[in-house]
């Protein structure tokens, strides 16, 4: 192992970058003249890493007075690694994904994956919920292959992985050769992938939201560097500086490079290694073509660059590896930002016109140049958590130079640490993140090795095995055949070893292990000894497999892929650059495939079953054997074939010879239509993150492909369209269960009244997608009417679109119990109620019930009396063991019941019975239908509304049992949400009535003002205090 310098601040006057070239208002701010004593928090460094985190403590904290933060920085603020990068925010969308496989496992692999694509996201969420102006551009990647060989090799790496469904490609393209050049406008390009990222301004960013911050009282302090921490009385810390000495129970070292300095323990876990950036700019800025995506130039398998194009019409250019990399003194180990590297000054010069078609005559030319000091992780994994040995001291650094699609969320996730005091796995960060003292140790250094030159490593080294999760497992007859593969004249033949555990000498080679990153180098290749040696002894917790392995495959947002096995089965149907749609099938691909379109039908083979002839297992409680198991397709199949067995039992209690509508006519859309598959694979994340959160991530991914799609499909395909935009109400639902938005839903309400067909071309339908859209009308009315019963504010208050009513009444009354039995016995019934959450709306916002207010009510309290479900006789079983006629009929009435407490609660005017009185007959209606049948799938709102007015004891305790099992039945946060809300607001009637006993008061009007939909008592008011907005169904 190297010996390195410890005990290094960052330099004084560094090199300016075009970023910081600007005076910004907070550079040499100080919140105050002098340091304050103390503080709750202490934050080191003010790039990305220690800004984001303190946006995330101050803005998640639960309380009124949140903690006092102190943020120091050695120089100007953001003057950092954050100020100096490219501003990229690029997901490893598929290069990482079958190293993380073999280092880590499949699940693991699959949470990193999903993790960096959440940044996009994720950051574009931020700056749009926060204002920020800082230049942020969604676009498309490009990462384009300039060596044949090299080219040749990812392409088969990409169609490895197409076929083995390690990972969700739908958003990745690949080009090859035949039009790479034409899609990318590189010179000689010999092919190029593409998928979606984005690119910002760094530092205004970060300076903007630290602008925010300073109205929340967040201390700022420029030009103070900590010379040391040390340990005082009482179990706080001594942040020690030049300017003074400043105390607090617990820091955060936000110092990415520069970590060592003050912890000497990260000496070999971290290293600053320096890179290279520069600006270009045109002498003819209006003449110069545009570029439209960014970049990755890949010149051969060590040497890369990265371009991110700005609407100026300047480009921001990194890298310049093959200008100085050979000398391993002049970039590794140093935190010299105050010179250039003279090797790289004229690298950048006449850049464009070389590399790309149509830039020869642009001008263009050096603008600047500049260095920036990157945190260099020995294993390529951040540190992130508590400093072991060192209670109350926190780190957040070591992202090696690729910090952008990783900083947000690992911030938020810290800070839940220091906030919550959770451990970080509570944190649901990706497990390799974590910091250890182990990794601190360890006497291995892949990062040292991988900066050696490709061709110095032994090729011999390069065969070798390393362990997953599953290592020391052989399943049963699980030999891999023999292979022949031909590289550059030589052979590489495996006899009978495991094929899931060894990783290829091609690996190397084909890009499997290396990353792709912002700034400034993209890629780094590890050694096979010391990747071996260190992630064996740091990431394997056991020698043997899961017991259930059901529960994997059912938990897991990736396919389970225990061998990398040939399925033959293509993941990329949708190849946007006719790349890949050229091929024949592969030699054990089965032509005649049931599904045409972008799903493949979802197998589990085995080893006996040829792959011509697959066998499906019909539900996830049928567990076949490790040996059996031979799971090969994308996220998002596997997400669907999850749909397909839990979350569709949730939607619907229709089971029998029908079947279940969202299995039987809805998921059988996805098979054409991308929204409606990408809708229902997040339907099924959101739904699998309450067992597994990880999943939630990958939810957000789906959500945002589904709303891509439908930007196009809802202008030509109205069914689909419709059965995606209702899949996104729910989800949206599932996703934020205390906080739902109704963008979903509003998008879902224009469609329809723009786009619901006219009375003619629903005669045209046939007999399938007829009853398909009469259950989509119904679905519609359905959440439309559940969403509107919480909603508040007046522009979120919409009646239900006249096309629906005017097709409700003669189409629909009749002909949907054949589909689902509640929204057929009901169907008349959404209606009314949609008209009271409307009026309860408009009582909410008023001080007092006018003449018109309690007319309407009365109208409407009328017609609730009047609406009768139809008879029992008219309603089929519907393969429920549990299953009356009679459920769908006791549910509807209660729905009805609890409609007039609604109405009764808004608007007490009216005659009517007392609040007891009809939460009585809600209760007994849903108390006559059993626990475990699937119609308590509907009851949310009902036992809702009715059961926080129990007062005794004995029926709150039936109550709370209900809900229980609902819970356990559904599974989704929202119903959690709704339970809270009636234990809170049996908590505020306790106390009131306790406080109303101890006063002298003989009589009290029928409705106290408390009790009524105004009034503080109300669990819509409960609700409102907590600033929630519940889906109550």
């Known amino acids: 192992m190297t010996s390195k310098n410890t005990g290094r601040l960052p330099v004084d006057n560094p090199v300016t970058s075009f970023w910081n070239e600007e005076p910004k208002k907070l550079d040499d701010y100080r919140s105050t003249a002098e340091l304050p004593s103390s503080a709750d928090i202490i934050i080191i460094g003010s790039g990305l890493s220690g800004v984001a985190t303190a946006y995330f403590l101050l803005k998640d904290y639960p309380g009124p007075n949140p903690p006092s933060i102190v943020l120091l920085e050695a120089r100007k603020i953001c003057n950092g690694a954050t100020g100096r990068n490219g501003g990229h925010v690029k997901p490893d969308t598929y290069s990482d994904i079958p190293k993380f496989a073999k280092l880590f496992g499949i699940e693991t692999a699959a949470q990193l994956a999903a993790f960096e694509a959440s940044h996009v996201p994720a950051v574009k969420d931020l700056v749009e919920t926060e204002g920020l102006d800082c230049d942020f551009h969604v676009t498309r990647a490009l990462d384009v292959y300039l060596d044949a060989t090299h080219a040749k090799k990812v392409e088969e790496t990409y169609r490895q992985i197409s076929r083995e469904g390690l990972v969700n490609l739908s958003d990745v393209a690949f080009t090859p050769k035949k039009n790479a050049e034409r899609v990318s406008g590189v010179k000689n390009a010999q092919a190029c992938i593409s998928y979606t990222a984005a690119h910002v301004w760094p530092s205004k960013l970060v300076h903007q939201l630290l602008e925010k911050l300073m109205d929340k009282g967040i201390n700022i302090q420029a030009h103070t560097p900590v010379t040391s921490v040390s340990q005082s009385e009482g179990g706080a810390w001594s942040v020690n500086t030049p300017r003074g000495t400043i105390q607090a129970k617990k820091i955060i070292h936000a110092t990415n490079a520069y970590a060592s300095h003050i912890l000497p323990e990260y000496e070999h876990a971290i290293t600053p290694v320096r890179g290279i950036c520069s600006h270009l700019e045109s002498e003819k800025k209006e003449k110069t073509p545009h570029l439209v995506n960014t970049y990755g130039i890949r010149f051969d398998e060590v040497n890369n660059d990265y371009l991110i194009p700005r609407a100026d019409g300047s480009i921001i250019v990194g890298g310049a590896r093959e200008a100085f990399w050979h000398n391993k003194k002049r970039y590794y180990d140093t935190v010299n930002d105050d010179e250039l590297v003279d090797e790289a000054n004229s690298y950048f010069d006449d850049y464009m016109q070389r ?38 001291q926190f780190i957040i650094a070591g992202f090696t130079g690729y910090g952008m699609p990783k900083i947000l969320l690992s911030s938020k996730g810290l800070a839940k640490m220091v906030l919550d ?121 056991t020698n043997e497999p899961p017991a259930d392995i059901s529960s994997i495959i059912s938990a897991l947002d990736f396919p389970l892929d225990l061998g990398f096995l040939d399925s033959g089965y293509s993941n990329t149907p949708f190849d946007q650059e006719n790349g890949l749609n050229e091929q024949g099938p592969g030699e054990n691909e089965d032509v005649s495939k049931p599904f045409t379109g972008y799903l493949l039908p979802f197998l589990w083979t085995s080893q006996d079953d040829s ?35 839990q979350t569709c039992d949730i939607l619907s209690i229709n089971e029998g010879s029908n079947g279940n509508p969202w ?94 067909p006219t009375e003619q071309r629903l005669w045209h339908l046939s007999t399938e997608d007829s009853a398909r859209f009469k259950y989509l009308v119904t679905a519609f009315v359905y959440v439309h009417v ?80 009047q609406w009768q479900a139809p008879k029992a006789n ?93 819970i356990l039945r559904l599974r989704v946060g929202n119903a959690d949400t709704c339970w809270e809300v009636v234990q809170a607001t049996w908590a505020r009637r306790d106390e009131h009535a306790s406080e109303r006993r101890c006063s002298s008061t003989e009589h009290e009007p029928e409705l106290e003002e408390d009790f009524s939909i105004r009034g503080k008592l109300h669990w819509l008011n409960v609700m409102d205090d907590q600033q929630w907005q519940v889906f109550v169904g």
């Open 355 to 392: 590399y790309f078609r149509g830039w020869e005559d642009s001008r263009m030319k050096t603008k600047k140049v500049w260095t920036g000091i990157l945190g260099y992780s020995f294993d390529f994994m951040p540190h992130i958590g508590e400093v072991p040995g060192k209670s109350g």
């Open 663 to 756: 299995r039987t006519l809805i998921s059988s859309l996805a098979d054409q239509s991308p929204a409606v598959c990408h809708a229902l694979s997040c339907m099924a994340a959101f739904h699998g993150s309450y067992d597994l959160p990880s999943l939630h991530s990958r939810g957000i991914e789906e959500m945002d492909e589904s709303s891509k799609w439908l930007t196009t499909e809802r202008e030509v395909r109205f069914i689909p369209s419709l059965a995606a935009s209702i899949a996104l109400v729910f989800a949206e639902g599932w996703k934020s269960p205390k906080n739902t938005n109704n963008k979903h839903l509003g998008n879902t309400r224009r469609l329809i009244v723009e786009r619901f």
């Open 421 to 541: 005091g959770i451990s970080f796995e509570e944190t649901g960060l990706p497990s390799p993140f974590k910091t250890t003292r182990q990794r601190n140790e360890s006497e291995s250094s892949p990062l040292e090795d991988s900066l050696r030159p490709l061709y110095t490593i032994p090729y011999i080294l390069m065969l070798f095995v390393i362990s997953t999760s599953f290592n020391k497992v052989k399943p049963a007859g699980r030999k891999s055949r023999s292979k022949t593969r031909s590289n550059a004249g030589d052979q590489y033949q495996s006899d009978q070893q495991e094929d899931w555990s060894v990783v290829r000498p091609e690996d190397f080679s084909n890009g499997l292990f290396s990353g792709t990153g912002s700034s400034p180098s993209d890629d780094s290749t590890a050694s096979t000894e010391t990747i071996q040696t260190t992630f064996q002894s740091q990431y394997q917790d």
């Open 874 to 966: 008219l309603l089929q079983s519907f393969g429920e063991p549990r299953y009356s006629p009679q459920h769908p009929i006791q549910t509807a009435e209660a729905l009805r019941y609890a409609t007039l407490l609604h109405l009764h609660q808004a608007v007490p005017e009216i005659p009517s019975l007392s609040s007891e009185e009809l939460a009585r007959k809600v209760l007994v209606k849903l108390a006559s239908i059993p626990s475990t049948s699937r119609m308590t799938n509907l009851h949310i709102f009902p036992l809702l509304a009715a059961s926080c007015e129990l007062t005794d004891e004995e029926d709150r305790e039936w109550a709370k049992q209900r809900w229980e099992a609902m």
């Open 611 to 645: 792959p011509g002839s697959p066998k499906t297992i019909s539900a996830v409680s049928q567990t076949p054997t490790l040996g059996q198991l031979r799971p090969s397709y994308s996220a998002t199949r596997t997400l669907m074939m999850r749909f397909d067995q």
């Open 786 to 865: 559940i969403a509107g019963i919480t909603y508040r504010k007046e522009e979120h208050a919409h009646p239900l679109p006249e096309n629906i009513l005017t097709f409700l009444s003669p189409v629909l009354s009749g002909s949907m119990t054949e589909i689902d039995p509640l929204l057929g016995c009901a169907t008349l019934l959404f209606p009314l109620l949609d008209r009271v959450a409307l009026l309860v709306n408009k009582v909410r916002r008023a001080n007092s019930n006018s003449l018109t207010i309690v007319s309407q009510a009365g109208e409407l309290h009328e017609q609730l009396l």
